[in-house]
Structures are given as C-alpha cells and as structure tokens.
C-alpha cells in the first residue's frame, strides 16, 4: 500500500475514484479543500454514548449559534442533515475562539462508524465564495453580545487557501490591544481569542481556550 498518493491532475477531476472516509484520504480533507464549485472538510470523531469526542482535542461540547434570541445550542445528530444558514455567528467552545460568520450556508452530515469502535465521519460541505462573498472572524462581548471586533476575509477574490492564514492574524490582531476586547457599552473585558489549532497556542491562548 501506498502512504501518499500523488496525482498529476486537480483533486476535483479524481475524486470520484476516492473514498473520502479512508483515513489516508480523510486527512487531505481536515482542513477543507475546493472541490469544484464546493469546499469540503472531513472530520474524524469518535461517538461515545452522548458524547462527541475529537482524536486530539478530546470530548467536543455542542456546536453554539447567535440569532435574534441570543445564543443557543445545536446538536448534530448521526444520518441527519443539519445547516447553519449564511450570516449566523458559529463557534465551538474550546475548539475556536472566535465566532465564524460565512456569507454562503454550510451543510453538515455525520456518517455512523462503519463499525463499533471505528470513527464516525462529519462532512461540512458548502459553496465556494465567489466575488465579494467571504467570511468573518467575528468576537461579541459575552456579557451583553456586542460585536467588538470582526475582520473579514474576502473568500471569493482571494481563494479559501488564505483562510487560517488571515484567521491567524485576526486572532492576533484581536489579542493586541485590550482596547478590542473591551466592550464600548458594558465595559466588560473579554478573555484572548485563540484560533482551531491548538498547536499554535501561546501559554496565554490556552488558558483561553479552557475558559471559553
């Protein structure tokens, strides 16, 4: 067998020859690729009972979305298509520090493991951007849900391979002053953003992470 695979043309034009849920495959797909006119991202997670659990970052608690009422919590059930609609504010607690607000929906499905104590699989599929469409990286005051920062990244110009890269410097860029993370109309100051990776964690990050 082979450890990598290459190919002389787009994986678009072979992907119809792959299974996206081998592991060697899946790992090309975790932290999205174009493929066509969509964007794909392949997520391994282990279902133990009711809990959702990554292979690196451990026991996921449930996904939260922003709309008129506030916020609130989604769960995503095996086998059931769930999507967050275009201009929701998105996060994970623990997982990113930062709320994710896409111009274009995102589906997501999770498929069951093939067998007991293999991984269930979550695809996240949605469009790709085009023109003026992009993405924000967006934090609101957790006492009263002010937006006090939001950069955003022009996703149709610039392509989705500068997404984590302008993520990066959003969260940097946040993490700056005190003056971002200070709420204009409570006065409160809001803990560090941090980005998906937790490998990019300064000592300060990580603290934020476990607190948010």
Not at 42 to 51: I, Q
Not at 113 to 122: L, S, V
Request: charged share 25%; with cysteine.
């Amino acid at each position: 067998m082979y450890a990598e695979l290459l190919v002389d043309r787009p994986v678009a034009d072979v992907l119809g020859d792959w299974d996206i849920l081998d592991d060697l495959v899946s790992k090309k797909f975790s932290r999205f690729k174009r493929v066509g006119d969509g964007i794909l991202g392949v997520r391994r997670r282990l279902l133990d009972g009711n809990e959702v659990v990554d292979p690196v970052k451990g026991v996921l608690p449930a996904s939260l979305e922003m709309g008129p009422n506030g916020i609130f919590a989604v769960h995503h059930e095996v086998l059931t298509l769930r999507m967050t609609a275009g201009g929701t504010p998105h996060r994970v607690p623990h997982n990113f520090g930062f709320w994710h607000i896409n111009d274009m929906d995102e589906l997501y499905l999770t498929l069951p493991p093939a067998a007991p104590g293999q991984p269930a699989y979550m695809l996240v599929i949605m469009q790709h951007p085009e023109g003026a469409e992009g993405e924000s990286f967006a934090e609101y005051c957790e006492e009263c849900l002010t937006l006090i920062f939001e950069r955003h990244y022009n996703t149709g110009r610039l392509g989705f391979e500068g997404f984590f890269k302008a993520n990066d410097e959003a969260i940097i860029e946040y993490n700056s002053d005190v003056r971002f993370r200070t709420c204009p109309e409570c006065g409160h100051v809001n803990p560090l953003g941090y980005t998906w990776n937790p490998g990019r964690d300064t000592p300060a990050t990580a603290a934020a992470r476990l607190q948010w």
